[in-house]
């Protein structure tokens, strides 16, 4: 019988010294957006996992602190710092882990950007900054890394998308737009990939605990009033684990939040149904509109 997992907190995040081989034990993983939030509580639980995690984001002080937060020794981290929006940077990333450790077997697209506000609000530059993101921040890491999975002939491709990927969501209509995308992105290169032996998944939660929720642009439309708005976040540790746990199973759709699970089957039934609980948020949030 396998002996249980011994456990070490590290701040508020515990994590598990596995004394059975694991899933992930060294396999190697490249993680964008992983200064916070999903991405750096993805590198917690995969090096505690054992595997070997390279943390790429463009904010270089957020990395260190975040390399830092790690804290336990024995942990297989490495840091770089990447803006997702970069091609040739993102393809210099995935080609140096690849070379260093003869292998990839993850790539997280995780690196993302929410812009909240009407859509009659929206400047042509929002709409290009979530999308060059969003969207184009996972292309170029599909770009560069699905080849070099082929290849091999093995690797797995998990893309952050979200709920608003999967069912309307009013006030962002520029990310739903970009996670739209995602969303069938995954899907296509799931097809594509699978004689290759390459696996892909999306990954859609609901509303989260972290920065990019926190820190949401708003446009003509109050913060504090706006998070007002939102339901209860779960925080992204308990993501982490059932994101792995969906990784591990393979799942071409990773569900996280029962708020994301609810409303994925409600529009699978009723599309019209959900349009209309959504037209009641809309109609809310029209209502912290401010005029010019």
């Known amino acids: 019988m396998p ?3 011994a ?37 917690r639980e995969l090096c505690a996992r054992g595997a070997v995690v390279v943390m790429a984001d463009k904010d270089a002080a957020g990395l260190a602190a975040a390399m830092t937060s790690l804290g336990a020794p024995g942990l297989r981290a490495a840091s770089a710092v990447v803006d997702v929006t970069d091609a040739a940077a993102v393809k210099r990333l995935v080609d140096d882990v ?5 292998r990839l077997d993850y790539l997280f697209n995780n690196a993302g950007i929410s812009v909240v506000g009407d859509a009659r609000d929206l400047s042509l530059e929002d709409w290009r900054v979530v999308i060059n993101i969003n969207l184009f921040g996972t292309v170029h890491g599909v770009v560069a890394a699905y ?27 520029t990310y739903t737009a970009s996670k739209y995308a995602v969303v069938g992105l995954s899907d296509t290169l799931r097809v594509e990939g699978k004689d290759l032996g390459v696996k892909v998944s999306v990954v859609c939660p ?6 990019l929720v ?6 003509r439309i109050d913060r504090q009033e706006l998070l007002r708005l939102l339901p209860g976040l779960m925080d992204p540790e308990r993501c982490a684990r059932e994101i792995l746990r969906g990784v591990e199973r393979n799942k071409a759709l990773i569900l996280v939040t029962p708020m994301a699970k609810w409303f994925w089957w409600i529009n699978r039934i009723s599309p019209e149904f959900m349009r209309r609980i959504l037209l009641g948020y809309a109609r809310k949030m029209r209502k912290l509109r401010k005029e010019a």
């Not at 999975?149 to 998308?161: D, E, L, W, Y």
């Open 7 to 43: 456990s070490e907190r590290i701040g508020s995040v515990v994590l598990l010294r596995e004394t059975m081989t694991s899933f992930f034990s060294d396999r190697t993983a490249i993680i964008t957006g992983a200064a916070s939030g999903i991405g750096l509580a993805l590198s």
């Open 98 to 102: 690849a070379a260093r450790h003869g």
């Open 147 to 173: 080849p070099v999975m082929a290849k091999q002939g093995f690797g797995h491709i998990v893309n952050t998308a979200s709920l608003a990927g999967l069912v309307p969501s009013p006030g962002q209509i």
């Open 3 to 5: 002996q249980p997992a």
């Open 214 to 219: 926190r820190n949401i642009r708003p446009i």
């Open 206 to 211: 609901g509303l989260l605990d972290t920065p």
